[in-house]
Antibody, heavy 120, light 107 residues
C-alpha cells in the first residue's frame, strides 16, 4: 500500500525557517517524481514544487522561488521541503504527492498533510 | 504560466441530479488535465486523468471530457458521498496549476 507521511509542520515567526519531510513507503520511491502542494486555510490548492526521480529536474511556483528548496533522499525514501524567509501567506497545510509513472502524470497519491503556521 | 479557471465556484444540487463542472485553460494543454475530489480535512483524491480516463476504483458515474482549453467533469447521478470540492489541474507544463475549485453543496 502506498503511504506518504508528512512531518515537520508547526508555528514559526515571519522570516523564520522550517523543514518539512515526507516519508514514502509501499512503492519504489526512486522511480517517481514527487511534488509539494499547499492549501491555505479555507482556500484552494496551490502547486508549490516538484522534483524528478533522480533530482535532475526541479521546479517551483513563482510564489516560493528563491525561498523554498525541494530535495529528496532516495536511499531514505524521503522528500523534503526547506522553507526559508517564511511569510504569513505561506500559512497552509502542505501535502506531498506522488506523480504517476509517466513523464506527464497527475498526482495519484497524497499524504495527509502537515500544517505550517507563520505568525508572530 | 498557464491559468486554470473553473466554473461555477459553488453548485447546489440534489441527490440524483446530473452535475457538470467546467474548467478552462489559458492556453492549450492537449489532454493533460486531471480532476480531484476533496472532502473537508482530507487530502485530495484523484478521480480523472488525461481528461477522460477514470482512475482505478472511482465510480463510473464520474466522467471527464474535453481537450485543448475546455474540459468538463460530469457526475451522472449525484450521490450523498459526492458532496465535496472538486479541482481541475493541468500537468502539461511543469508548474501544475490548479483551478480555484468548485464546491458541490446539498440543495
Amino acid at each position: 500500500e502506498v503511504q506518504l507521511v508528512e512531518s515537520g509542520g508547526g508555528l514559526v515567526k515571519p522570516g523564520g525557517s522550517l523543514r518539512l519531510s515526507c516519508a514514502a513507503s509501499g512503492f519504489t520511491f526512486s522511480s517517481y517524481s514527487m511534488n509539494w502542494v499547499r492549501q491555505a486555510p479555507g482556500k484552494g490548492l496551490e502547486w508549490v514544487s516538484s522534483i524528478s526521480s533522480s533530482s535532475s529536474y526541479i521546479y517551483y511556483a513563482d510564489s516560493v522561488k528563491g525561498r523554498f528548496t525541494i530535495s529528496r533522499d532516495n536511499a531514505k525514501n524521503s522528500l523534503y521541503l526547506q522553507m526559508n524567509s517564511l511569510r504569513a501567506e505561506d500559512t497552509a497545510v502542505y501535502y506531498c504527492a506522488r506523480e504517476g509513472g509517466s513523464s506527464l502524470a497527475p498526482l495519484d497519491y497524497w499524504g495527509q498533510g502537515t500544517l505550517v503556521t507563520v505568525s508572530s | 504560466d498557464i491559468q486554470m479557471t473553473q466554473s461555477p465556484s459553488t453548485l447546489s444540487a440534489s441527490v440524483g441530479d446530473r452535475v457538470t463542472i467546467t474548467c478552462r485553460a489559458s492556453q492549450s494543454i492537449s489532454s493533460w488535465l486531471a480532476w480531484y475530489q476533496q472532502k473537508p480535512g482530507k487530502a485530495p483524491k484523484l478521480l480523472i486523468y488525461k481528461a477522460s480516463s477514470l482512475e482505478s476504483g472511482v465510480p463510473s458515474r464520474f466522467s471527464g471530457s474535453g481537450s485543448g482549453t475546455e474540459f468538463t467533469l460530469t457526475i451522472s447521478s449525484l450521490q450523498p458521498d459526492d458532496f465535496a470540492t472538486y479541482y481541475c489541474q493541468q500537468y502539461n507544463s511543469f508548474q501544475g496549476t490548479f483551478g480555484q475549485g468548485t464546491k458541490v453543496e446539498i440543495k
